[in-house]
């Protein structure tokens, strides 16, 4: 797909979020209302990876919204049962994850 393309359910579409070393998942464009600076993995925004994101991945589902929230762990364009197994890459392995996206400066 076009790198270009900012489909939400694009999930060859590798800008709909960027990495910069686990220390947040930037929104390509912003979206409004959702901060643009959010780990990867931390879905319910309490500034941890932790087990309850878990269940946040779960009760996430799939939405525009949700691809830009760090519930979308992996950044593939889809907050799925991916995410679930990619929090737990996080969790276990941190900034080693090799589940996630685009990982280091850009």
């Not at 959010?38 to 525009?64: E, F, Q, T």
């Not at 969790?91 to 850009?106: N, R, S």
């Amino acid at each position: 797909s076009d790198a270009n393309n900012l489909v939400p359910n694009d999930s060859n579409n590798l800008r709909d979020v960027f990495v910069n070393d686990l220390v947040g998942t930037v929104a390509n464009p912003p979206l409004p209302g959702i901060d643009p600076l959010v780990s990867a993995g931390d879905c319910d925004r309490d500034g941890a990876v932790d087990i309850p994101d878990i269940a946040a991945v779960v009760a996430a589902g799939m939405g525009a919204g949700q691809i830009h929230s760090g519930c979308d762990a992996n950044s593939d364009g889809s907050v799925d049962a991916a995410d679930i197994n990619c929090v737990l890459q996080i969790i276990a392995d941190g900034d080693k994850a090799v589940c996630v996206v685009g990982k280091g400066k850009g």
